[in-house]
């Protein structure tokens, strides 16, 4: 059997559930257990990229918000494990033997911990679970205890708990080293951080493993993401479109704009260029399905008018009315499919 000198460990539970509990016990026993400079632990708090990126765009759409946090915080660890599997040593430094990059979030549905399984495998690295299993009850007590700025809404932790997909060590052969912890009354609590720290020794001994043919398929899935992601933008780019020819016939109509439709014309195919731009560096987190939904096109309309204005000297009055009639005409048609 061959081993590895890094395992991913994977946190998964409900909010509140006390993932990140364990994953810091973890990373403060490692020390004693493995004395020196002999293990190295790094872990990924998906929460916390989400509040950073959150504070630095208060007005980016929250699923927009957790959309990029996991890209984001996924990212992170592919470029670790990347980074130590290519890495030498200086000459007069040590190097650990041992490495646990620990990931800490809900992970609730199984495509998502198999995507780092998969990443593990990709980088010669071992894999491990920690299943943190309360009821839903449980989880939404626990998150009332917590400050008010961590709190998740009731209805995130409800509808998580309807959709979470736990570990299965019977139907799916990459789970098999999983721990599934009940519970975390402080009696067991040394008990359970063994149990925990055997998953990850588990994880030490032997890499993941995905045959060939699972690469191909998950290429093959990555190619056809990306030709949803190509339709949506071009999507995005025809609704625009659409966007631009109501405004121009609504002020056609203004007498506070008829007089300057050339420049408006100018002016909002300058907008649409910048917001194009803005939507393709965000198109994979800017929407919630595959094509274009009502709400989508709205906040591409509204950031439109608010890249032109400025451009113009009429007042916000007569853009706000503008925009609402735009929208108002548009109506159920404003879904547009590729």
């Known amino acids: 059997m061959s081993d590895t000198s890094t395992v991913v460990l994977v946190m998964c539970g409900l909010p509140a559930a006390g993932k990140s509990y364990w994953g810091c016990r973890l990373q403060d026993s490692a020390s004693s257990r493995y004395p020196g400079k002999e293990c190295e632990v790094q872990r990924i708090e998906f929460d916390a990229i989400e509040a950073r990126l959150r504070e630095e765009d208060e007005g980016l759409h929250p699923i927009a918000v957790w959309h990029r946090a996991r890209s984001k915080a996924l990212a992170q660890a592919e470029s670790i494990l990347h980074q130590e599997r290519g890495s030498s040593t200086p000459v007069g430094l040590s190097k650990p033997s041992r490495r646990i990059l620990i990931l ?6 199984a495509s998502m911990r198999r995507k780092v399984y998969l990443m593990a495998a990709r980088n010669g690295a071992g894999y491990g679970c ?4 309360i009821s839903v009850e449980d989880a939404l007590s626990q998150n009332m205890k917590r400050p008010l700025r961590q709190r998740v809404d ?3 932790i409800r509808r998580m708990n309807a959709r979470l997909e736990a570990p299965n060590k019977s139907t799916r052969r990459w ?6 912890i009940e519970r975390q009354e402080e009696e067991v609590g040394a008990r ?12 030490w001994e032997a890499p993941a493993f995905i045959p060939k043919s699972c690469f191909e398929e998950e290429a093959k899935k990555e190619r056809d993401r990306q030709k949803v992601r190509e339709s949506v933008v071009h999507t995005a780019e025809l609704a625009l479109r659409r966007v631009i020819g109501t405004a121009m016939l609504l002020a056609g109509t203004d007498v506070r704009l008829s007089g300057t439709l050339s420049s408006l014309g100018r002016g909002f195919q300058v907008a649409k260029t910048e917001v194009m731009k803005r939507f393709r560096e965000k198109s994979a987190f800017f929407v919630t399905q595959d094509t274009l939904e009502k709400r989508d096109v709205e906040l591409l309309t509204k950031s439109l008018f608010a890249a032109i204005r400025g451009e113009f000297g009429n007042d916000e009055k007569t853009w706000s009315e503008l925009e609402k009639k735009t929208l108002k005409i548009l109506g159920e048609k404003i879904t547009i499919d590729p």
């Open 154 to 156: 009731e209805k995130v």
């Open 130 to 133: 920690v299943h943190v299993d």
């Open 192 to 203: 359970t951080l063994d149990k925990i720290w055997s998953v990850v020794e588990r994880g």
């Open 104 to 109: 800490d979030d809900n992970m609730y549905y």
């Open 175 to 180: 789970e098999t080293n999983t721990l599934v």
